[in-house]
T-cell receptor, first 112, second 121 residues
Framework: AQSVSQHNHHVILSEAASLELGCNYS??????LFWYVQYPGQHLQLLLK??????LVKGIKGFEAEFIKSKFSFNLRKPSVQWSDTAEYFC??????????FGTGTKLQVIP | GAVVSQHPSWVICKSGTSVKIECRSL??????MFWYRQFPKQSLMLMAT?????????EQGVEKDKFLINHASLTLSTLTVTSAHPEDSSFYIC?????????????????FGAGSRLTVL
């Protein structure tokens, strides 16, 4: 079975600070990895995805994530956060079957 | 881009009644739709996978007779919570996968609806 673990439940940062949200997954085979974001009052949106190739993937709004196979990790990063990045971030994995499994989410609060 | 519309966005019902939630893909055909349930401060829990023209596949622990799923067309899936009770109160979210993705690398990208908040009194 596949599973996803997000280490931080609530992160508070000041604007311009750097961000890294941890995500580890468990699955024995080839995986597809995702980060979704849910802004206040809005629905889930795809931030970025990894299927294959370059393990460093870039998404929208300056976010990037690095797939490290040996560590079963797919951490999300952004060099300098903005107040508008305040949202909840979900890491997700799809391990070959149709279903996508989500982590518990990390609430990011950016203080102006 | 792909848009999924979910209706109603919130509903309040009395215990024992049934509630239907609709999930529509507006500008694409979705062979597969997924229904998730989200509890406060918890992750999204997959309830079932809905395939157009066939029976839904339910996750372990999800009652098939309580959560009826119908995927009658390539653009519509419905979730009916039958004989709802207060413990069924939750946030239900649907998502869809674009049929055009097929089996290529983008196949597992999901588009989400806005969710439906169900409160059972």
């Amino acid at each position: 079975a596949q599973s996803v673990s997000q280490h931080n439940h609530h992160v508070i940062l000041s604007e311009a600070a750097s961000l890294e949200l941890g995500c580890n997954y468990s699955y024995g085979g080839t995986v597809n990895l995702f980060w979704y974001v849910q802004y206040p009052g809005q629905h889930l949106q795809l931030l970025l995805k990894y299927f294959s190739g370059d393990p460093l993937v870039k998404g929208i709004k300056g976010f990037e994530a690095e797939f490290i196979k040996s560590k079963f990790s797919f951490n999300l990063r952004k060099p300098s956060v903005q107040w508008s990045d305040t949202a909840e971030y979900f890491c997700a994995v799809n391990g070959g079957y149709q279903k996508v499994t989500f982590g518990t989410g990390t609430k990011l609060q950016v203080i102006p | 881009g792909a848009v999924v519309s979910q209706h109603p966005s919130w509903v309040i019902c009395k215990s024992g009644t049934s509630v239907k939630i609709e999930c529509r893909s507006l500008d694409f055909q979705a062979t597969t739709m997924f229904w998730y349930r989200q509890f406060p401060k918890q992750s999204l829990m997959l309830m079932a996978t809905s395939n157009e023209g066939s029976k839904a596949t339910y996750e372990q622990g999800v009652e098939k007779d309580k959560f009826l799923i119908n995927h009658a067309s390539l653009t519509l899936s419905t979730l009916t919570v039958t004989s709802a009770h207060p413990e069924d109160s939750s946030f239900y979210i649907c998502s869809a996968r674009d049929r055009a993705s097929g089996s290529v690398s983008g196949a597992n990208v999901l588009t989400f609806g806005a969710g439906s908040r169900l409160t059972v009194l």
